[in-house]
C-alpha cells in the first residue's frame, strides 16, 4: 500500500477517535495550546472578508478559529472522507472537497489566503504543493503552515527522563513512524529547513515570517509535564509566505 493511501485509511478508520481526541482539551493539548495558536498567530490579519482554503482541514477543528474573524468564504479540502463526513455535518454552510493537496479541484487564483494545519509532513515531496497552492491563490496571497519541526521530527527519547532528546540524522527526506493515538500509527516525511524555505522560494513565494511554537501561558495548568516539553522545545514550525 502507498503510504498516501496508508494515511487515508488510518484517517478514515480513527476518524472519530481523532476528533474526539480534538474536541477534549487534555486529550488534544499539543493542537489546542502550542500549534494553533502560532498557525492563528500568523494568519489572523489575513482573514477578515478574505476567501479562505483550509488544506488538510480534517474535521474542521481550525475553523471555528477562522470565524471569529468573519471571512468572506471558507472552503475545505482534506484526504479523509472519514473526517470530511464529521466536518460536512458540523458546517453545512460550508463546501469540503476530497483530495490530496499537491492536486486540487480549484481554480486559478481563487483565494486569498491557503491554511495549512499539521498536513503537509504526511507528504514526501512538497514541491508539487508548493506550486499548486500558488497557482490556486490570489497575487499577494498568503500561504500559512504548521509542520513537524525538523528538529523534533529527528529526536529519539532519552530513556531516563522524558525532558531530554538525542538528535538522529538530519540531512534526509525519509519517512518516521509515530503514533497518534493507541493503535494509531501514522507514517510522516522528515523535511529540513533547507528544502522548506528554498522549495518555498523556488516555487514563488517570498517567506514573511516564521515562529517556532510555545505553549501558551494559560496551559501550564491543564497538562504541567507537556507544558515543560513543549516550553523547552520547538516541537512544530509555523510558516507565512507570500505569492509573490
Ligand atoms: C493532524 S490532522 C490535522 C487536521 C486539522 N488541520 C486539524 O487541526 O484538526 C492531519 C490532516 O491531514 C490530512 N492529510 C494527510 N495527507 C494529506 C494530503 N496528501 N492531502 C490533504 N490532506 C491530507 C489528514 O486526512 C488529516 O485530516
Request: charged share 30%.
Amino acid at each position: 500500500m502507498n503510504s498516501q493511501r496508508y494515511i487515508k485509511n488510518t484517517y478514515d478508520k480513527f476518524a472519530k477517535d481523532y476528533h474526539i481526541k480534538r474536541e477534549d482539551k487534555v486529550k488534544g493539548f499539543w493542537n489546542e495550546f502550542i500549534e494553533n495558536p502560532a498557525l492563528l498567530d500568523l494568519s489572523k490579519q489575513h482573514l477578515k472578508n478574505k476567501s479562505i482554503l483550509e488544506l488538510g482541514c480534517g474535521s474542521g477543528m481550525f475553523i471555528k478559529k477562522i470565524l471569529k474573524y468573519k471571512p468572506k468564504m471558507i472552503t475545505g479540502y482534506d484526504l479523509s472522507e472519514g473526517l470530511l463526513k464529521i466536518a460536512r455535518e458540523k458546517y453545512p454552510e460550508i463546501k469540503f472537497y476530497q483530495g490530496s493537496a499537491d492536486k486540487t479541484p480549484f481554480g486559478k487564483n481563487q483565494f486569498d489566503t491557503v491554511i495549512s494545519g499539521l498536513t503537509l509532513h504526511y507528504i514526501k515531496n512538497l514541491i508539487p504543493v508548493f506550486i499548486e497552492v500558488k497557482r490556486i491563490l490570489k497575487k499577494n496571497g498568503f500561504f500559512i503552515f504548521t509542520i513537524h519541526h525538523p528538529m523534533m521530527e529527528i529526536t529519539e527519547k532519552f530513556q531516563k527522563t522524558d525532558t531530554e532528546y538525542l538528535l538522529k540524522s538530519y540531512n534526509h527526506n525519509n519517512d518516521y513512524k509515530w503514533k497518534m493515538m493507541d493503535g494509531m500509527e501514522l507514517i510522516s516525511y522528515h523535511h529540513t529547513f533547507e528544502y522548506l524555505i528554498n522549495g518555498l522560494i523556488k516555487s514563488g513565494f517570498v517567506l514573511e515570517e516564521i515562529k517556532e511554537t510555545y505553549p501558551t501561558k494559560n496551559s501550564k495548568k491543564i497538562n504541567p509535564i507537556d507544558f515543560e516539553k513543549a516550553s523547552k522545545y520547538p516541537f512544530f514550525l509555523a510558516i507565512k509566505a507570500k505569492k509573490s
